[in-house]
């Protein structure tokens, strides 16, 4: 295995198919697919952005240092701790662990790149756009200043006028829209991209933590993502969700919020758990104790995490049972956390232990992660909760979770994986530094605000006076705070320093025992030479060590045409750039914001039938037998599963509570909506016989039934039409009533979602009509059909729960 | 969840067009019943009932869920499920659990 400079992870691959390489660097930056260049451009990006989040932390504690400070106004205050928390949270530790996603996922399972390459590609430029929005709000003066949780109704135009929260609301949709592309893209990559041998059970646990880890996004992002539709309604279109007034619940917001919030925890540390599980194994030289109830923990834990939301909201009065059952739940997801660490301790036990500095910042999550899932059991009883709440004992939790936990696990995956991603190692006695140093500030930092909410001092204070006598523990604090970001700044010494002048790496750089060992540092553009095989867990391991089983995994499928890398695509950079410039006309002038959407659908086209008709592209069937793209398209249908049902279950919470008329049976054609209703199901008969015909060769039936299926959505759009028209004169709008704003966003995204499926029919029907789809295009029918189908399904509860159920 | 199990070819046009058939009926009684008083007892039991009928065969054969892999039924019925779930538990959070008609 060769080893390579550094700098030569910076070079343009040259060993592509397709399209002759770009000709510039930046160009070729700008258009990479290829998983590891996204992987270091997520990397330097949300470095980036953690330095920015670090510095409104320091500037924060500057100001809680003594009593009475005046470093910043109250109003700044607030601008930096909601600015520090959402970009911590959304900019840095999230996009962090997609750094390591991009770049070891796909080396991992023994992978040449993901499922969908150029989508990976839009994840990340509509992450760094999102990103670059949110901050851009400092430029114009309003950061937003609500908090990272954005409670209702401090966010309501009343509240919050302005710019600032409209910021932050669109830029955490665009910010949402990378992570559900991403996650829908890892699943797919994970489930169908295994190398020959490689079993569910016989994944690395970091592969395993991000498997579950992109469930969790797609699944807990849509509920937010309806909840900052409400709140995008209400403050740019008068709408009434979280109007008390007029018969909204401020609580939809916070449960809106942590339905997806506390998974959002686990989002953001089963990364690091997935970290420890093969720093520790590496440098103890031993198996993973347990490895299976490792990754059955894994998984309970996202599991449970659906579960226990509202522990969050133990303050809001919810109830003896409510309390009761989330408290049950929170204690129960104690548990297979718990088992994880037992499990690395028993791992370490007896091992031919080398103390490396990524194994230092393991065993430094394992203790300090511990500390705070501990301090986490104890929210769990509400009794005590209500005694912490919004107090400096869950900001010490909290991040003793989160920089005890995740951070430390990043930067073990930082000093485990640079070696393999530039061809040197970092530094081991600036490691030693960098870890001593941090462990020491992390504490000072953080410990001490047990105290300080124990003594009562509540969270989100700009300043307290000397009477309560909490300056001491916060000058302790602000001290540990700026000893941590010196022990940050020792990382970055480490890093550039390695990057110049940096030990080299030979590809196994640690007597590793996975597939990412066995090709070089850093690897090729096609990651392998030949596809791997995999005799078992830590197959490299064991292959190194002639532990091989007699029968080997059968060969991967011979590549006829050499090996096949995805092409670069400019299209990606357009559409974030079309996202970016339409969400900055929303708050500027609608002339932008159709300029930007233009660019969007236009740069959406382009990138849809860029490769139609590309040999290459025509069959992308892997390890489940399936279709990438149809399993992509069923992890996505899982995920509207929550949109619809999200925004379905706020209708039927907010039936019967307007204030005024009309209601739903004064309003409401039910004879009208069952023709409606008839059609779409029919829709679905012709889309499945255009299915039938595209998959027998039968061109001239598919053209029928695909533009019969795009005719009959047409008329049922007509019927939508006819009767929001008809609303309007009867005088139900969408700020009429509470009634009319839930009726109208669920039955509108229902339509837009149909209109969608229209124009995607009328594409293939186009495309059919040039001649220019034939059998092998089958699943691009399949696929549209699953997307019509689902849209149909979600109707059939509509017209339930809003026409028919009195 | 086994690895590779690709089941069966996908069904009959005879099939699509019998299941068209059952959700046209289904539809028809949807709304019939909501117009018989004898039956608004358990009107709301019956609609759901009928609607997740409707869902149902949507779902296994206009979808082909019942044809394909068996990773594909829990891509979707997992999530499904837990979306139910949620969705059930917020109504009854927010104090407006199967509050129809008020």
């Given at each position: 295995m060769s080893t390579k400079p550094a700098s030569a992870f910076l070079r343009p691959p040259t060993a592509r198919a397709g399209p002759a390489a770009p000709a510039t660097i930046i160009i070729s930056w700008l258009t990479t697919t290829d998983h590891k260049r996204i992987g270091i451009l997520y990397g330097v990006t949300a470095f980036v952005f953690f330095l920015v989040g670090g510095l409104e932390a320091l500037v924060i504690r500057l100001q809680l240092a003594r009593p009475g400070a005046t470093v910043v106004s109250a109003e700044t205050y607030n601008a930096l701790f909601t600015m520090h928390g959402t970009t911590m949270v959304f900019l840095a530790v999230m996009p962090l662990n997609a750094a390591f996603f991009n770049y070891m996922v796909p080396l991992m399972i023994g992978a040449r790149d993901v499922a969908f390459p150029r989508l990976n590609a839009l994840s990340y430029w509509i992450f760094l756009v999102g990103g670059l929005f949110l901050n851009a709000s400092f430029l114009v003066g309003a950061p937003p200043d609500a908090g990272w949780f954005g409670y209702a109704n401090l966010t309501s135009i009343q509240f919050s006028p302005g710019l600032s929260i409209d910021f932050w609301v669109l830029s955490l949709q665009v910010l949402g829209v990378s992570s559900m592309i991403a996650g829908v893209n890892f699943i797919a990559t994970i489930l169908n991209m295994r190398a020959p041998g490689m079993t569910l059970m016989r994944m690395p646990l970091f592969v395993w933590m991000t498997l579950v880890v992109q469930f969790l996004i797609v699944l807990a992002f849509p509920p937010v993502t309806v909840g900052l539709i409400f709140l995008m309604f209400d403050r740019f279109f008068g709408t009434h969700f979280y109007d008390v007034a007029a018969g909204g619940d401020l609580h939809l917001w916070q449960h809106l919020f942590w339905i997806f919030g506390h998974p959002e925890v686990y989002i953001l540390i089963l990364p690091a758990f997935g970290v420890v599980s093969e720093v520790v194994p590496t440098f103890a030289r031993k198996p993973l104790f347990g490895a299976p109830v490792v990754i059955y923990s894994g998984v309970l834990i996202g599991f449970f995490g659906f579960g226990v939301w509202s522990h969050h909201m133990f303050a809001t009065g919810m109830g003896a049972v409510a309390d009761a059952a989330f408290s049950i739940g929170t204690m129960l997801i104690a548990i297979p956390t718990g088992v994880k660490i037992f499990n690395w301790l028993a791992t370490l036990w007896g091992g031919a232990i080398r103390t490396t500095t990524a194994l230092h910042f393991a065993v430094g999550l394992i203790?300090?992660?511990?500390?705070?899932?501990?301090?986490?059991?104890?929210?769990?009883?509400?009794?005590?909760?209500?005694?912490?709440?919004?107090?400096?004992?869950?900001?010490?939790?909290?991040?003793?979770?989160?920089?005890?936990?995740?951070?430390?696990?990043?930067?073990?995956?930082?000093?485990?994986?640079?070696?393999?991603?530039?061809?040197?190692?970092?530094?081991?006695?600036?490691?030693?530094?960098?870890?001593?140093?941090?462990?020491?500030?992390?504490?000072?930092?953080?410990?001490?605000?047990?105290?300080?909410?124990?003594?009562?001092?509540?969270?989100?204070?700009?300043?307290?006076?000397?009477?309560?006598?909490?300056?001491?523990?916060?000058?302790?604090?602000?001290?540990?705070?700026?000893?941590?970001?010196?022990?940050?700044?020792?990382?970055?010494?480490?890093?550039?320093?390695?990057?110049?002048?940096?030990?080299?790496?030979?590809?196994?750089?640690?007597?590793?025992?996975?597939?990412?060992?066995?090709?070089?540092?850093?690897?090729?553009?096609?990651?392998?030479?030949?596809?791997?095989?995999?005799?078992?867990?830590?197959?490299?391991?064991?292959?190194?060590?002639?532990?091989?089983?007699?029968?080997?995994?059968?060969?991967?499928?011979?590549?006829?045409?050499?090996?096949?890398?995805?092409?670069?695509?400019?299209?990606?950079?357009?559409?974030?750039?079309?996202?970016?410039?339409?969400?900055?006309?929303?708050?500027?002038?609608?002339?932008?914001?159709?300029?930007?959407?233009?660019?969007?659908?236009?740069?959406?086209?382009?990138?849809?039938?860029?490769?139609?008709?590309?040999?290459?592209?025509?069959?992308?069937?892997?390890?489940?037998?399936?279709?990438?793209?149809?399993?992509?398209?069923?992890?996505?249908?899982?995920?509207?599963?929550?949109?619809?049902?999200?925004?379905?279950?706020?209708?039927?919470?907010?039936?019967?509570?307007?204030?005024?008329?009309?209601?739903?049976?004064?309003?409401?054609?039910?004879?009208?909506?069952?023709?409606?209703?008839?059609?779409?199901?029919?829709?679905?008969?012709?889309?499945?016989?255009?299915?039938?015909?595209?998959?027998?060769?039968?061109?001239?039936?598919?053209?029928?039934?695909?533009?019969?299926?795009?005719?009959?959505?047409?008329?049922?759009?007509?019927?939508?039409?006819?009767?929001?028209?008809?609303?309007?004169?009867?005088?139900?709008?969408?700020?009429?009533?509470?009634?009319?704003?839930?009726?109208?966003?669920?039955?509108?995204?229902?339509?837009?979602?149909?209109?969608?499926?229209?124009?995607?029919?009328?594409?293939?029907?186009?495309?059919?009509?040039?001649?220019?789809?034939?059998?092998?295009?089958?699943?691009?029918?399949?696929?549209?059909?699953?997307?019509?189908?689902?849209?149909?399904?979600?109707?059939?509860?509509?017209?339930?729960?809003?026409?028919?159920?009195? | 969840m086994t690895d590779r199990e690709p089941r069966d070819a996908h069904a009959s046009v005879a099939t699509y067009l019998k299941v068209a058939l059952v959700l046209t009926a289904v539809t028809a009684l949807e709304v019939g019943v909501i117009y018989i008083r004898q039956l608004t007892p358990i009107l709301v039991p019956l609609l759901l009932v009928m609607a997740a009928a409707k869902f149902a065969l949507v779902v296994l054969f206009f979808m082909h869920l019942r044809y394909d892999s068996r990773a594909l039924s829990i891509l979707f019925v997992g999530p499904l499920t837990i979306a139910v779930g949620l969705a059930v538990a917020l109504m009854t959070l927010t104090g407006a659990f199967l509050v129809f008609g008020r």
């Open positions: 203790a300090q992660f511990t500390i705070g899932g501990l301090s986490g059991v104890m929210h769990a009883s509400p009794p005590v909760d209500l005694q912490q709440t919004d107090s400096y004992f869950v900001v010490a939790h909290l991040h003793y979770v989160l920089i005890g936990g995740s951070l430390f696990g990043l930067f073990a995956a930082f000093y485990y994986w640079w070696p393999k991603m530039t061809g040197r190692y970092l530094g081991e006695r600036l490691g030693r530094w960098n870890f001593w140093v941090m462990v020491v500030g992390f504490n000072l930092a953080f410990f001490p605000q047990h105290y300080l909410g124990a003594m009562g001092m509540p969270r989100r204070i700009y300043t307290y006076g000397p009477e309560p006598g909490w300056g001491f523990w916060n000058l302790a604090s602000t001290i540990g705070a700026f000893t941590l970001g010196v022990g940050v700044l020792i990382f970055v010494v480490n890093a550039l320093r390695s990057l110049r002048s940096g030990a080299p790496a030979p590809g196994d750089a640690w007597d590793g025992r996975t597939l990412e060992w066995r090709t070089s540092s850093p690897p090729p553009p096609h990651d392998f030479d030949t596809v791997p095989p995999v005799y078992g867990r830590d197959s490299f391991w064991r292959e190194k060590r002639g532990r091989v089983p007699p029968t080997a995994p059968a060969p991967a499928p011979a590549e006829p045409h050499g090996v096949h890398l995805p092409a670069p695509s400019a299209w990606p950079v357009v559409i974030a750039l079309g996202i970016g410039v339409a969400a900055t006309g929303a708050l500027a002038h609608p002339a932008l914001l159709a300029v930007g959407a233009l660019a969007t659908v236009y740069g959406i086209f382009a990138f849809a039938l860029e490769h139609h008709g590309n040999p290459a592209h025509a069959v992308q069937v892997g390890d489940l037998g399936v279709d990438h793209r149809k399993l992509g398209m069923w992890a996505f249908l899982g995920s509207e599963c929550f949109f619809f049902g999200t925004l379905i279950a706020t209708y039927l919470a907010y039936k019967g509570r307007s204030v005024t008329g009309p209601t739903p049976h004064e309003i409401l054609n039910i004879p009208v909506t069952s023709v409606s209703t008839f059609d779409l199901l029919m829709s679905s008969l012709l889309m499945v016989l255009a299915l039938a015909a595209a998959q027998r060769g039968d061109r001239a039936q598919c053209r029928l039934w695909l533009g019969g299926t795009a005719l009959f959505g047409t008329i049922f759009l007509g019927f939508q039409a006819y009767e929001f028209t008809s609303f309007v004169h009867e005088g139900l709008t969408l700020t009429t009533n509470l009634f009319g704003s839930t009726f109208f966003v669920l039955t509108g995204f229902h339509g837009g979602h149909v209109t969608i499926g229209v124009v995607w029919l009328l594409t293939l029907l186009y495309l059919d009509l040039r001649g220019r789809l034939d059998v092998t295009d089958a699943v691009k029918v399949e696929i549209a059909g699953l997307y019509w189908h689902f849209v149909d399904i979600v109707w059939i509860v509509i017209f339930t729960v809003v026409y028919l159920i009195p | -």
